[in-house]
């Protein structure tokens, strides 16, 4: 079946514009989760949604950041005010909850952000 | 604070060579570990996972990693590298069994054939 999808593939802003990154998650995938890699680095959580509890931003790293997620489907994120070190590609993954566990995690190709 | 660590920044080996690559994490609880690959131009696979059960577990492609409870690790092994596995090895950790995914920083494999 489809795999999780990501748009754009690719995205150059200029410093101080807002930017939205939008995933599609497998479906039937309960839980979607984001997360950044930065040039060199390992991935770094954003901020996970599972159905309808309320979604763990822990990962978010300032204010500028916000997601949602449209019932158990779609999610954007959301970067307001953009910084060069928000450059990065975003990662989105979906995975299945069992038995209240979530399950492996499938990963989209990501969203290149490239700030000037 | 929880953490993945990665050993090897990048590592080196001629085709047919044995790898073995390492990965620790802090956290005292029950966890789910997994070892990631991203072979150039294309996105995350899942190589192997370990939930329960049997601490070896075999992944795609050869590979299989050992979760060793006592010393915090999971290391990914395989006895013979092919030039296809020039990639790059994410160690990934799910605390609690649930919820966000902990990441090392990678492991590039160079391979030459």
């Known amino acids: 079946g489809a795999g999780v999808s990501q748009s754009p593939s690719n995205k150059v802003t200029e410093k101080g514009k807002d930017v939205e990154l939008r995933c599609d998650p497998i479906s039937g995938h309960t839980a979607l989760y984001w997360y950044r890699q930065r040039l060199g680095q390992g991935l770094e959580f954003l901020i996970y949604?599972?159905?309808?509890?309320?979604?763990?931003k822990s990962g978010l790293p300032s204010d500028r950041f916000s997601a949602e997620r449209t019932g158990e489907s779609v999610s954007t994120l959301t970067i307001q005010r953009t910084q060069q070190e928000d450059s990065a590609v975003y990662l989105c993954a979906s995975s299945l909850v069992r038995g209240g566990r979530t399950d492996t995690q499938y990963f989209g190709p990501g969203t290149r952000l490239t700030v000037l | 604070a929880q953490s993945v660590s990665q050993h090897n920044h990048h590592v080196i080996l001629s085709e047919a060579a044995s790898l073995e690559l390492g990965c620790n994490y802090s956290?005292?609880?029950?966890?789910?570990l997994f070892w990631y690959v991203q072979y150039p131009g294309q996105h995350l696979q899942l190589l192997l996972k370990?939930?329960?059960?049997?601490?070896l577990v075999k992944g795609i492609k050869g590979f299989e990693a050992e979760f060793i409870k006592s010393k915090f690790s999971f290391n990914l092994r395989k006895p013979s590298v092919q030039w296809s596995d020039t990639a790059e090895y994410f160690c990934?950790?799910?605390?609690?069994?649930?919820?966000?995914?902990?990441f090392g920083q990678g492991t590039e494999l160079s391979v030459k054939p």
């Open positions: 370990y939930f329960s059960g049997d601490p």
């Open positions: 949604f599972q159905g309808n509890s309320a979604p763990d």
């Open positions: 990934a950790v799910n605390p609690n069994q649930g919820g966000k995914l902990i």
């Open positions: 956290y005292g609880g029950t966890v789910n």
